[in-house]
């Protein structure tokens, strides 16, 4: 028997038509198509959607899921709550009298398989999942509440947080939106690993993964970010590990609340917990993850960004040094240029909410 205990399909002309597909309405829930990847298989998946949303936004109603930490394994919690303009994204530890944890660059802790924000001692684990949903969806303005060390990992995607924000609603402010726009390019390199972000007219992603494993190889992700095509190609990617790391990482303490239900696992040559929910499930998530990271520059960007094997520390490495140097970008409210000085000195200062 096959160690990938699933019907499988090489050729190009599948994933062609596969790709092609991916916009008809609900297809990618209705019908998960598996497709084992060569190695040398490389694909990209553009698609297109409008930005330029002129006023702030946040969530009309809230919206409630518990589960388990990925890393810790600690039970949680998670409320999204609606929030006035110019409150940004903000998680707030419910169990430690309401501490509030900006989504902000200044507030990365550490990185490893996971992104974590602290401020003042207080930590906060593996907010990119969620992050990634509110940013795409474009909400500017939201309370995450938490009740414990870590966001609940739920089914290892961005779908639920989905689930979440589109029961939620999106409820539109008076006041105009900002938005980061580069003015400047900026790369991040490690070894072969690097990031660099561009300035642009709208925010897009580029991300390229590379593993040496038969169902993963080459992937690349290549879009325009935003609620409709995150939904379709990114929300269900599910976070994934090999079976090889797993007792190291336990050993380290880590990945206490891994499960077969929230991580797909990568054996040697195949998948312990298939079927996939698309063929290229690895880069996507990844791409997810980087939109996730990104959501930490505090406001929408106008910029593309490139990931070459990228993961968390260098994410978050290039939000840090973005930040530091306010030489590199402008603040927008989408129709004009406001003056630098005056731009940044409104977004330290939050104002009190039009409504
Ligand atoms: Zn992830």
Redo the contacts with the bound molecule.
């Keep these: 028997m096959s160690a990938f205990p699933y019907e499988t399909r090489r050729n190009h002309e599948m994933l062609r038509k596969y790709h092609s597909m991916r916009f008809q309405p609900l297809y990618s829930t209705r019908k998960p198509l598996i497709i084992k990847h060569k190695q040398a298989n490389y694909w990209s998946a553009t698609c297109y959607n409008t930005i330029g949303e002129m006023f702030q936004t946040t969530i009309a109603k809230e919206s409630f899921a518990e589960g388990v930490g990925l890393h810790t394994g600690v039970y949680g919690h998670i409320r999204l709550v609606p929030a006035p303009a110019e409150t940004g994204i903000v998680f707030r530890r419910v169990d430690l009298d309401n501490f509030h944890i900006e989504a902000q660059g200044h507030n990365v802790a550490r990185v490893s398989y ?1 992104t974590s924000l602290m401020k003042q001692g207080v930590l906060l684990s ?1 907010t ?2 969620v992050l ?1 949903a509110i940013y795409s969806c474009g909400i500017d303005n939201i309370y995450i509440d938490i009740d414990s060390i870590e966001v609940p990992i739920l089914d ?1 995607s961005a779908e639920p947080f989905m689930q979440m924000l589109e029961h939620s609603g999106v409820r539109k402010l008076r006041r105009k939106r900002r938005y980061l726009k580069l003015l400047k390019p900026l790369e991040v390199t490690e070894g072969d690993r690097r990031i660099g972000i561009y300035p642009a007219d709208e925010f897009r992603v580029r991300c390229y993964v590379d593993f040496p494993h038969p169902l993963v190889g080459q992937q690349e992700v290549e879009m325009l970010v935003g609620p409709d095509t995150f939904r379709h190609l990114l929300a269900r990617a599910r ?1 994934f590990c090999f079976e090889r790391d797993i007792e190291p990482l336990k050993a380290m303490g880590l990945i206490r609340g891994g499960s077969l239900e929230n991580a797909i696992v990568l054996t040697n040559d195949g998948v312990m917990n298939g079927p996939l929910r698309f063929p290229d499930e690895f880069g996507r ?2 791409a ?2 980087l939109i ?1 990271d990104l959501a930490l520059a505090g406001l929408p960007l106008l910029a593309r960004v490139e990931a070459h094997k990228a993961g968390h520390a260098l994410h978050t490495q290039l939000v840090s040094r973005l930040l530091d140097d306010p030489s590199l970008w402008t603040i927008t409210t989408g129709e004009a240029a406001l003056p630098e000085s005056e731009a940044y000195l409104t977004a330290l200062s939050p104002v009190p909410a039009a409504d």
Excluded: V
């Design positions: 996971a593996t990119e999942h990634a290892g976070t998530h990844k997810l993850d996730g």
